[in-house]
Structures are given as structure tokens and as C-alpha cells.
Nanobody, 119 residues
Framework: QVQLVESGGGLVQIGGSLRLSCAAS????????MSWYRQAPGKERELVAS???????NYSDSAKGRFTISRDNAENMVFLQMNNLNPEDTAIYYC?????????????WGRGTQVTVSS
């Protein structure tokens, strides 16, 4: 059974930091592209950052320079370090996994963790 379980969200003030974690199980983690998405109220879900099996990263423009995605293949974990947070970062953050060879069939989501940045 595939599971992606996010943790680490919460309430933080402007300029603060949070570290999100995603624990993965039930699929071949170390060949998967792992990503963080977010969805703010009234907006579409958007990609925040992704990391390939060999550690190549990709960030949205809003995340560049503030967020860092990383993974631990031995522990089946992926992380998102978020610094200098602002109210526009308020959203539910979702962990996502895709297998590069078949990203449609092997596309998994966690339930999300709420991040709220207060002014």
C-alpha cells in the first residue's frame, strides 16, 4: 500500500522557517521523482520543488533562493526546508511521487500539511 505522509506544517510568522517532511512507503522510492506541491485557497495546485533520484532539483520561481528540497533514499524521506516565509506561502503542502518511466500510472499524493504564515 502506497503511503506518503507529510508532517512539519504549522503557523509561523513572516520571515520564519519551517521544515516539511514526507515519509514514503509502498513503492520504489529511490527511482522516483519526489516533489512538493502547494495549494492556496481559491488557487490551483502548483509545483514548489522537485528532486530526482540522483539529486537534481527544480524550483518554482517563488521558491528559488528560499526553499531547499532534499531526500534521504536510505530512509525513504523527502524534505522541504522553507526560509523567509511570507503570507503568500500560506497553503496546504502536498508530497508527490512519480516514476519517471510511467508518471501517469505511478503518481502518488499525500494528504497534505497546512502551512500558515501570519503577518
Amino acid at each position: 500500500q502506497v503511503q506518503l505522509v507529510e508532517s512539519g506544517g504549522g503557523l509561523v510568522q513572516i520571515g520564519g522557517s519551517l521544515r516539511l517532511s514526507c515519509a514514503a512507503s509502498g513503492f520504489i522510492f529511490d527511482i522516483s521523482i519526489m516533489s512538493w506541491y502547494r495549494q492556496a485557497p481559491g488557487k490551483e495546485r502548483e509545483l514548489v520543488a522537485s528532486i530526482t533520484s540522483d539529486g537534481q532539483t527544480n524550483y518554482s520561481d517563488s521558491a528559488k533562493g528560499r526553499f531547499t528540497i532534499s531526500r534521504d533514499n536510505a530512509e525513504n524521506m523527502v524534505f522541504l526546508q522553507m526560509n523567509n516565509l511570507n503570507p503568500e506561502d500560506t497553503a496546504i503542502y502536498y508530497c508527490n511521487s512519480k516514476r519517471p518511466s510511467d508518471p501517469v500510472r505511478y503518481n502518488y499524493w499525500g494528504r497534505g500539511t497546512q502551512v500558515t504564515v501570519s503577518s
